[in-house]
């Protein structure tokens, strides 16, 4: 079982769609949750950290439920300006150290107009 | 402000071969770890430098080595290149605890 699964996409939606990102994680030792973003043939840039209260940032709100090890992103009001790779990352530390980021494949999201 | 700066960018290299990837961390970030990105998939964690020092390693082969030089900066080394080594290849700096910053990345051909 992969550490970090994802939807296997891709999601096509119109402009304006509301669109929803799944994600499980295995490793109930995990400490941090993220969001990445990754267009194509750039590197990852953090979309938004996830916490089990839940966060908004503008149109983006994510979800961490840690019983369930899900972690959700939903998009609303999509733009053609989304377009791209949505990776879910935990972040499990070891005994003090960094701890390492554990990247889930990505699901892509093209946005029509 | 300088990000993560990677060289090159690019690179072709003939089976058997070895290659050295260089990595410049953000400015006072001093953790650098490294990462493989092929096609299709999420990055996977390679290994990660502290104070010079590997300090965490995912699941490769010995025969990809590093190496973080006392200012930080850290260079990846991979001997006997097969085709499957052809990947995009990310460098993220950090400070012990904080967040990561992620280079622009060297896209690796192996032919």
């Known amino acids: 079982r992969k550490e970090v699964e994802q939807d296997p996409g891709p999601f096509n939606v119109p402009e304006g769609a509301t669109v929803a990102f799944n994600c499980t994680y295995s490793n109930s030792a995990s400490q941090s949750f993220f969001w990445y973003r990754q267009d194509c043939r750039k590197e990852p840039k953090l979309l938004m950290s996830v916490y089990s209260s839940g966060n908004e940032d503008g149109r983006f709100t994510a979800q961490l439920n840690r019983a369930s090890q899900y972690i959700s992103l939903l998009i609303r009001d999509s733009k053609l300006s989304d377009s791209a790779t949505y990776l879910c990352?935990?972040?499990?530390?070891?005994?003090?150290?960094?701890?390492?980021?554990?990247f889930g494949k990505g699901t892509k999201l093209s946005v029509k107009p | 402000d300088a990000g993560v700066t990677q060289s090159p960018t690019h690179l072709i290299k003939t089976r058997g071969q070895q290659v050295t990837l260089r990595c410049s961390p953000k400015s006072g970030h001093d953790t650098v770890s490294w990462y493989q990105q092929a096609l299709g998939q999420g990055p996977q964690f390679i290994f990660q430098?502290?104070?010079?020092?590997?300090?965490q390693r995912g699941n490769f082969p010995d025969r990809f080595s590093g190496h973080q030089f006392p200012n930080y900066s850290s260079e990846l080394n991979v001997n006997a290149l097969l085709l499957g080594d052809s990947a995009l290849y990310l460098c993220?700096?950090?400070?012990?605890?904080?967040?990561?910053?992620f280079g622009s990345g060297t896209r690796l051909t192996v032919v």
């Open positions: 993220a700096s950090s400070l012990m605890v904080g967040g990561y910053t």
């Open positions: 990352v935990v972040n499990v530390n070891y005994g003090g150290s960094q701890g390492n980021l554990i």
């Open positions: 430098y502290y104070e010079e020092e590997e300090r």
